[in-house]
């Protein structure tokens, strides 16, 4: 965590937020996110570092809750436990006949698996997920709204579009905010969620906020400098 801050120090940013990973009953070959004992060793270390760098960088402590239609109740009471300084909703992990796939990987059997159920009932099922999710998560802002599928060739055929904006007016309603995640620019050359669906939010006024998808330190604040161009757009609508 502290290789985080200095990375942020060293960009001269005024402020990060940590957005570490939470998921439960997850059924899946390998973990990406904290335990429940691992995050009181997030808060611990979280608070040091607050401290140690206070005057230099602001740092928060959230998280990212992944969203599990089948553990809404548990996931609710961990969240009810700490007080977040963010909480970001996301929906990584689908359940197909019990075990869980990625939404978001290129591994090879993930992108397999897409295809056996089909892309359209995936996405369908991602975004009906989501929904839920921001109806009964207490999220402060939905991440990577069109990361979904990323590395699948077929689902650039599936419209986002319209399904997005439904959940626009969502977040809109309960006063969320909308993350602008860079880590879409290399992949794709643009953010998540993509330039229309960032407009159509800018329309509806959601606020929105700045993340890097940092997964190790080189990566914080990666394309940042591409964000005045989307306040260009933006600016234009409002
Ligand atoms: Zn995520």
């Not at 937020?17 to 997850?26: A, D, Q, T």
């Not at 009810?80 to 996301?90: A, E, L």
């Not at 990584?92 to 295809?115: C, P, Q, T």
Request: charged share 25%; aromatic share 12%; with cysteine.
């Amino acid at each position: 965590m502290e290789d985080y801050v200095l990375a942020a120090i060293a960009l001269k940013l005024e402020r990060i937020i940590f957005l570490e990973h939470l998921e439960m009953g997850i059924n899946y070959f390998e973990s990406t996110w904290l335990t429940q004992d691992d995050f009181s060793y997030y808060f611990k270390e979280g608070r040091r570092l607050q401290e140690k760098y206070s005057g230099t960088l602001e740092i928060g402590l959230g998280v990212e809750v992944g969203f599990n239609p089948d553990r809404i109740r548990q996931l609710q009471s961990f969240l009810d436990r700490y007080h977040w300084d963010r909480v970001g909703i996301s929906y990584h992990f689908l359940d197909v006949h019990g075990e869980h796939l990625n939404l978001l990987s290129r591994k090879k059997h993930n992108i397999a698996a897409y295809d056996g159920v089909g892309v359209e009932r995936i996405l369908d099922a991602y975004f009906s997920g989501l929904r839920v999710a921001v109806e009964e998560l207490p999220g402060d802002v939905l991440c990577h709204l069109d990361a979904v599928l990323r590395y699948h060739p077929d689902a650039k055929d599936f419209d986002f579009f319209t399904p997005a904006c439904d959940l626009l007016d969502r977040i809109a309603e309960k006063g969320m905010s909308l993350e602008v995640n860079t880590s879409g620019y290399p992949i794709r050359d643009q953010p998540f969620p993509s330039i229309d669906i960032l407009k159509a939010a800018a329309g509806r006024n959601i606020t929105l906020v700045a993340g890097s998808d940092a997964h190790r330190p080189a990566d914080v604040g990666r394309y940042f400098d591409r964000l005045s161009v989307i306040v260009k757009e933006i600016q234009k609508i409002r």
